[in-house]
């Protein structure tokens, strides 16, 4: 199995830019057995065919890819989206793409704002560059526990319980389209027009450094001057992939083209929450909580280097704790500090040795999302 893995890790970054290290050459490599398996192969042969046989290589891009998702996932980034729909001058309307949409949650999470603020003129294209996961977004069907996103106000608007499922309701579907797409395949598809709105979360960790660069560069050659980009929580962009800049909006980063800052009015800062503490006594100074929430503070008005200074401390008073060392590494990251490494090693120990359940508590990132992250940025251990 492994030189098939070879083969097959070789084709699959070429053709769809995935990049295949780590814990998910484990993946792959069951991935490239099951094919096999099913394909009445041995996994070499297998291989072999794969880049001339297109259903081989589709059989193993559903397989090998992570189709985690979830309905209003990282849900500032749905309220900075309306925000931002609202403050475009009118008559507004266009398309917002839902790249890499996985089973659709993201796309109808979308279509559902829309809705609940009147952007009439305003739809999705989502696409994937997985065939069952498209068929599935299409299908707008899901079980109890994938709709945990949603609120029961949302439920009774958007969905109709079909026997034990619940299925998307017809008004929303004429909002969405959905088309098999594949991002490091050169450009965005002609149905997502100019690209006035993209959501691509949690893909670029996905793809080999070159291909998430040229699809950036991609992006930003088609998007309008007022254009946003939303990346996951856990894929800050380095200050390599100079064609975006950052904007911190409601505890959460989203990207605007380059060129175009100068002439985007600045949206008021918004207040960040701040989590509910017993203060500590008055002798032992701020916890780390407070200094974190301190830096997230910092970080919001723009100033990273205070920001840093204020994560350094809460890590240092919680060592254990990967939440502060990924804010700190993050910060450090983004503004192309040397320090980045280091932070990045320390949320890895802290990770280790059992932080997990921190790292989706506070940040809401999955510990599959982080540790790709840490191994795009450190390697493999
Ligand atoms: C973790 S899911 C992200 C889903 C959703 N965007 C979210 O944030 O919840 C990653 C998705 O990226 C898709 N993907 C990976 N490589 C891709 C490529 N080259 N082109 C298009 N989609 C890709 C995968 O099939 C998968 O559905």
């Not at 189709?67 to 309306?82: D, G, K, V, Y």
């Not at 840490?374 to 493999?380: A, D, K, T």
Request: glycine residues 8%.
């Amino acid at each position: 199995v492994s030189a098939a893995s070879d083969i097959a890790s070789e084709v699959l970054g070429r053709r769809i830019g995935l990049r295949i290290d780590g814990s998910s050459r484990l993946r792959l490599e069951r991935a490239v057995e099951e094919c096999a398996r099913d394909a009445g192969c041995a996994p070499d042969a297998w291989a072999s065919s794969l880049d001339s046989d297109g259903a081989a290589l589709q059989a193993l891009i559903d397989r090998v890819t992570v189709q985690e998702t979830a309905f209003f996932r990282h849900p500032e980034h749905f309220r900075i989206l309306a925000e931002h729909l609202h403050a475009l001058a009118p008559p507004s309307a266009g398309i917002i793409w839902s790249a890499g949409c996985a089973d659709g949650q993201e796309a109808w999470s979308i279509a559902m704002v829309l809705e609940e603020h009147g952007l009439l003129g305003w739809t999705v294209v989502a696409t994937d560059v997985s065939r069952s996961a498209i068929a599935r977004a299409k299908a707008g069907v899901y079980s109890e526990r994938q709709i945990g996103g949603l609120d029961d106000a949302r439920r009774a608007r958007f969905l109709r319980l079909e026997g034990e499922h619940w299925a998307i309701v017809h008004p929303l579907r004429r909002r969405v389209r959905f088309l098999v797409h594949n991002l490091a395949g050169g450009h965005p598809p002609l149905e997502a027009g100019d690209c006035p709105v993209v959501f691509c979360r949690n893909v670029l960790i996905y793809l080999r450094s070159e291909d998430a660069r040229r699809l950036l560069v991609n992006l930003h050659l088609r998007m309008p001057r007022d254009g946003l980009l939303a990346i996951g929580a856990a894929e800050a962009l380095s200050p390599a992939d100079a064609d975006f800049v950052p904007e911190r909006r409601d505890g959460a980063f989203v990207y605007r083209p380059r060129s175009d800052v100068a002439g985007i009015p600045a949206p008021p800062a918004p207040a960040v929450r701040r989590r509910r503490e017993p203060a500590p006594p008055a002798d032992r100074g701020p916890s780390a909580a407070e200094h974190a929430a301190l830096g997230e503070k910092h970080a919001a008005a723009g100033d990273d280097a205070a920001a840093i200074e204020s994560f350094r401390r809460a890590a240092s008073l919680a060592p254990g704790d990967p939440v502060h060392h990924l804010r700190l590494a993050l910060t450090l990251d983004r503004t192309g500090d040397s320090g980045a490494p280091r932070a990045f090693r320390a949320a890895r120990a802290a990770l280790a040795a059992g932080g997990r359940a921190r790292i989706e508590q506070e940040l809401g990132w999955s510990v599959v999302e982080v540790e790709r992250l840490l191994e795009s940025r450190l390697g493999r251990r």
